[in-house]
């Protein structure tokens, strides 16, 4: 998943990159820093141990900070310095956790940690300490400030790159440390950070008048689904690691198409951006497409896997808490989706632009992202040993 | 023995972070951490030679080149050449305000601790859990990146000395940990030299 949006975002950036006017960082240092930031997302997820693992994901930190501030003015500026505070601090909280897992298992090694019989309470402590840590970095509440102003200030393929991979990839000790120790206090506290991530962004989206900062919220709330599904365990993971597919392809076509019309409109505000299917035809069908796709309507497979988290939800915690997260997801659903259809159907409208040869990239993407509802057999048989 | 010298070095950490709370002239607190760090590295290099450990004497002269004299320098190069940055307008928290708030934190600490952490019966968890808090109130109370960064490093010192109470990591972490600080402080100092931090008139950051 990492090579693919990593191809389409290096493709992506040829053009994005060079078109941009006052630059932060050379195109040359761009595309170190993006690809030594990718190489460091590569050694999270093979890595075995959780202490690596931490210093690989505070790594993409300082790797990617730069990126963000490609736009070189103070908005960018400060968004990038808020990224790297912020998410510093909560990767502190991932560190603590570390090191209560090593003291209380006596190793840090995955496999080993798999091995072994239930560990003390420190352990638990432990995890908890390591959902809130590297939540912070994944967008999940209550540290999600820093995830709006970096992947609102950001140029269009770095966003892309943040909310389809970065999110996951945080999350990703996460799914681990619940491959190990499957304890209900341990999953019930993730499933709370995990709702209110949900709750707190639905709600947040429906003020937005910037539409790169309506998408980092629709990200939160995906990424407070996955962890939901996480903390669920068995067919909720399924549908958590389907989701982040999903998303992961979708998202990253999003962000490019909003790189596209910020080139065109040169605004980010939702309200000065009308009759987008006359403007630009492709980028207005597809963004509208991909935004069903990422909010979680049929056919795409988002919806599904929202349907079997939602469903082990209620299994678990009864109609109520299961109702509940349906509404937030369904006001969500609701609020991004009537932006975005005012910004493409509105009748107002500009000339006809001839859009780039690269818009293919984002239109792959999203196409992708509805097919991939045939490649589940194979998710399912991928996942096989970890869906108990 | 340990036990204390590990309580005077956990409560001049605690002195100094205080002493950062209410100073004005961002170089001294670049200084006063400094010295923190070396208190740190001694602490680590007496304890590395004590068991003949020599994972932590390495571990200590790293700490002592990147914490106690590449950090401070470099950020103090940095803020040479921006004078105006080298003192900080205008407090958040006012001094008196922030003395207390950092004694409160103290014995907030030591509340948590005895919630939490009793169990483990390691009565000195409190110090770097205070150290942590003191860190974290530095970054939250102040608008200048500078004292942010270090309130950030003053965590990271906190966990040092948190891992010396627990059974400390693998050192190939631990020197993973080190590298890592050192990038976020270049990268860091490179978006401080440009960062206005008034900030407040900007739309695109609100919502």
């Known amino acids: 998943m990492i090579s693919i949006v990593y191809l389409g975002v290096v493709l992506f950036s040829i053009e994005y990159i060079s078109s941009m006017k006052e630059r932060f960082i050379k195109v040359y240092q761009y595309f170190t820093l993006l690809n030594l930031f990718v190489a460091v997302m590569f050694f999270s997820v093979i890595l075995n141990n959780f202490g690596l693992i931490w210093v690989c994901i505070e790594a993409t930190t300082f790797t990617s900070a730069l990126l963000v501030a490609v736009e070189n003015d103070f908005a960018a500026l400060e968004a990038a310095w808020r990224y790297i505070i912020i998410v510093s601090v909560g990767l502190v909280i991932s560190l603590i956790a570390t090191l209560f897992l090593y003291s209380s298992a006596k190793t840090l090694l995955i496999d080993e940690l798999l091995i072994q019989k239930a560990p003390g309470s420190l352990f638990l402590l432990g995890g908890i300490l390591l959902i809130v840590g590297y939540g912070t970095k994944g967008g999940i509440f209550p540290m999600n400030t820093w995830l709006a102003d970096a992947h609102g200030k950001a140029p269009a393929p770095i966003s892309a790159i943040f909310s389809a991979i970065l999110l996951p990839v945080s999350l990703y000790p996460i799914i681990r440390l619940f491959e190990i120790y499957n304890n209900v206090l341990l999953s019930e506290f993730a499933f709370v950070l995990g709702f209110l991530s949900v709750a707190t962004a639905s709600i947040m989206s429906l003020n937005q008048k910037l539409y790169k900062r309506l998408f980092a919220y629709s990200s939160i709330e995906n990424m ?104 937030f997801v369904g006001c969500g659903f609701l609020f991004i989706n009537y932006k975005v259809i005012n910004m493409v159907f509105s009748s107002k409208s500009k000339p006809l632009v001839k859009e780039s040869l690269f818009t293919l990239i984002p239109i792959i993407y999203i196409s992708l992202s509805a097919i991939i509802i045939i490649a589940v057999p194979v998710f399912y048989k991928l996942l096989d040993g970890v869906i108990k | ?27 001294s607190n670049i200084k006063t951490f400094a010295i923190q760090s070396w208190i740190l590295g001694i602490f680590l290099m007496y304890f590395g030679l004590f068991n003949g450990n020599l994972s932590m004497i390495i571990l200590s002269l790293l700490t002592i080149i990147t914490r106690a004299v590449f950090i401070p320098l470099y950020l103090s190069n940095t803020i040479n050449k921006q004078t105006f940055r080298a003192r900080e307008n205008k407090h958040r928290v006012s001094v008196s305000l922030s003395i207390l708030t950092s004694v409160l934190l103290a014995i907030f600490s030591y509340i948590l601790y005895s919630l939490v952490l009793f169990e483990f019966g390691k009565s000195l968890i409190s110090i770097p859990i205070t150290l942590m808090l003191q860190g974290t109130f530095l970054i939250i109370s102040r608008s200048n990146a500078y004292a942010q960064l270090i309130g950030y490093l003053v965590m990271e010192n906190s966990i040092f000395l948190l891992s010396y109470l627990f059974s400390g990591l693998p050192f190939i972490v631990e020197a993973g940990i080190i590298l890592d600080i050192l990038g976020v402080v270049m990268i860091g100092g490179i978006l401080m030299k440009i960062r206005d931090e008034d900030i407040q008139k900007e739309e695109e950051l609100y919502g």
Do not use: C, R
């Open chain 1, 224 to 327: 407070g689904l996955a962890l939901i599904g996480i903390s669920l365990g068995s067919y909720a993971l399924f549908g958590a690691i389907i989701l982040i597919f999903t998303h992961a392809l979708a998202k990253s076509g999003v962000f490019m198409l909003t790189g596209n019309i910020f080139h065109n409109f040169k605004s980010k505000k939702i309200e000065d951006i009308s009759g987008l299917i006359k403007t630009m035809p492709k980028t207005g069908l597809f963004l509208f497409l991909g935004t069903l796709a990422v909010t979680g309507a049929p056919p795409f497979a988002t919806f599904f896997a929202e349907l079997l988290i939602l469903a082990k939800t209620i299994n678990l915690y009864g109609w109520l808490v299961g109702m509940t997260l349906f509404f």
């Open chain 2, 1 to 27: 023995m340990h036990s204390e010298i590990f309580v005077l070095v956990g409560f001049l950490e605690i002195v100094l972070s205080i002493f950062m709370q209410w100073q004005t002239y961002i170089l």
